[in-house]
């Protein structure tokens, strides 16, 4: 569908109607507008009432990624993209993933060292 | 020129779709991104390299926070202001995180209005847009002048962790010099837009080459992204 509605955009261009590009209706960028709030309020109540533990990781890391998933697919427009281009630019952030699993353990080991020679009364 | 942007009407109905379609897409003679031209392009593959760089910062971020012995401040406390005797925490955070995704939200309707050759309403859309990121790059003057008068340093503070301040004045620092060339960018494309220079063909002042109202959505593009930057911020340094 998505497609289909890119296809209608440059063939009303073709068709000498004065749209061209992006033509979405304003109402969905206000919808998404009002999700941005409503969900940065949520991930703010999640300092406010001192969340703690798994819950507040969950709950922020959820609230971040559906912010993120709104701005790239409906303000930047990349629901209505080809494929090519949609996996050309999201595979790649994903390895940063690959990154920070090495440097999970890698500050691990850093810790613990730290720990065992730095401690008072190691030396 | 326009051949060369916008894919023609039987073209796009035969284009293959799904996997199909990035197969064909990526070994076709010509370009591989057909939905988009190279100026829309060049920039997603620039946002692509700007998200290596914010995220090699709050990695390292993540890393010198796990890895410290000393206990990290806490952004909630260290954020919080007092207002009227109350101290309410992160205030001016929440406050900037709404003020960012309001500019998202005018530059959104910017590039529908700028497709719709709506000159005026673009160029307003565009320096409210403007006006909202001046805003947030003042708030966080004031949030880093407050934190230094405090005693935060890059290589100290009062509360913990030494390596707090590196990461603050590192991440934020880089996101705010972002939404001032943002700013920059807004205010020099809503005047060729309110002049009329893709009305008229009028030829750019740097490149010599005429410019269309795409460039609008390229603009959003870029501030769509300081935006989304901004989430991962707020998400990961001050909630965490």
Redesign the interface.
Known sequence: MAQAMTASADTGHAAGAPAEGQQHPIKLYLVVWGWLFVLSTFSYLVDYFHLQGYLRWSLILLFMMLKAGLIVAIFMHMAWERLALTYAILLPPLLVLVFVAIMVFESDYTMLTRMIFFAPGSG | M?GIT????TE??S?P???H??VA??SSDQR?????SWGK?MM??F??SD??VF?CFL?SY???R????EPWPNP?EVFGLEIAGLSV??LLI?IM??IL??S??T???A??FA???DRKRTTLLMLATAAFGATFVGMQGFEWTKLIMEGVRPWGNPWGAPQFGSAFFMITGFHGTHVTIGVIFLLIIARKVWRGDFDTERRGFFTSRKGR??VV?IT??YW??V??VW??I???F???
Not at chain 2, 66 to 69: A, K, L
């Open positions: 326009e916008q894919a023609r009407p796009a109905i284009q779709q799904g996997w379609g990035i897409d990526w591989a991104f057909k939905s988009a392009a997603w593959i946002l692509l998200t290596f995220g990695l993540m890393t010198v796990m890895s410290t012995t909630s925490p992160l929440a995180t709404f995704i309001s998202s939200g530059m959104a309707m590039v529908n497709y719709r050759r109202y795409e959505e959003g593009l769509h992204f935006d989304l989430v991962f707020f998400a990961l001050y909630l965490w």
